[in-house]
């Protein structure tokens, strides 16, 4: 256990719906991020969250969006779903605020969203 | 933008041979880290390397940090099958926050 939590672990839903996907840091870490990985495809990264607030910004779609809340824990919302959204979706965390206190991350291990 | 590039892709070895995987940046970078991934599996820090020339070690994982900071590697020595996995390299920009751009990975298999 990472001590980072995702849910739901795997998601099977139609085109055209919408879905939510959660994550719970790491206790002590501020920083929550959000990547990508298709099949096969690297990590790719979508939007990254510091207390609360929106710190950078990946190849994120319009149809996608996240926040984090008071808690720390984020969601990303995923709208208007096509088949070629289905991916693992993974959360990471991290203590640090800037590059200068970069410890790197820790994983959770993921939501497998199934667009059909 | 940032491009953080690996090679190879793939990788192929017989246990006991050595593996070396090679990361390159089309920018300066502040750090490089580097994290496996099983199969199935989530990726995992190994470590962080922070200053030019820099050279770690964990075991038989041998991590470089090239002197213009802009490539790095990793080499296993005599390689396990528990070494199966793919291995990134995610570099963080000299000019960003904390945000780290991760390389298309290389995937190791170790043949028994």
């Known amino acids: 256990d990472s001590g980072v939590t995702q849910t739901p672990k795997h998601l099977i839903t139609a085109t055209g719906q919408r879905v939510t996907l959660r994550c719970s840091p790491r206790?002590?870490?501020?920083?929550v991020y959000w990547y990508q990985q298709s099949l096969d495809q690297g990590l790719q990264f979508l939007i990254q969250?510091?207390?609360?607030?929106?710190?950078a910004k990946g190849n994120i779609l319009e149809r996608f969006s996240a926040q984090q809340f008071p808690d720390l824990h984020s969601e990303l919302n995923l709208s208007s779903l096509e088949l070629g959204d289905s991916a693992l979706y993974f959360c990471?965390?991290?203590?640090?605020?800037?590059?200068?206190?970069?410890?790197?991350?820790?994983f959770g291990s993921g939501t497998r969203l199934t667009v059909v | 933008g940032q491009q953080v590039m690996q090679i190879p892709q793939y990788q192929h070895v017989q246990e006991g041979e050595d593996f070396t995987t090679y990361c390159n940046s089309s920018?300066?970078?502040?750090?490089i880290q580097w994290y496996k991934q099983r199969p199935g599996g989530h990726p995992v820090f190994l470590i962080q390397?922070?200053?030019?020339?820099e050279v770690k070690k964990q075991k038989r994982l041998t991590f470089q940090f090239g002197e213009a900071k802009k490539n790095s590697s990793l080499h296993i020595t005599a390689t396990q099958t528990t070494d199966v996995g793919t291995y990134f390299c995610?570099?963080?920009?000299?000019?960003?926050?904390?945000?780290?751009?991760f390389g298309p990975g290389t995937s190791l298999s170790v043949i028994p």
């Open positions: 390397l922070v200053k030019s020339g």
């Open positions: 990471a965390s991290s203590v640090a605020r800037d590059r200068r206190s970069n410890y790197g991350y820790t």
């Open positions: 920018t300066t970078l502040s750090n």
């Open positions: 969250y510091y207390n609360g607030e929106e710190r």
């Open positions: 206790s002590g870490d501020l920083s």
């Open positions: 995610a570099g963080t920009q000299k000019t960003s926050y904390d945000k780290v751009i």
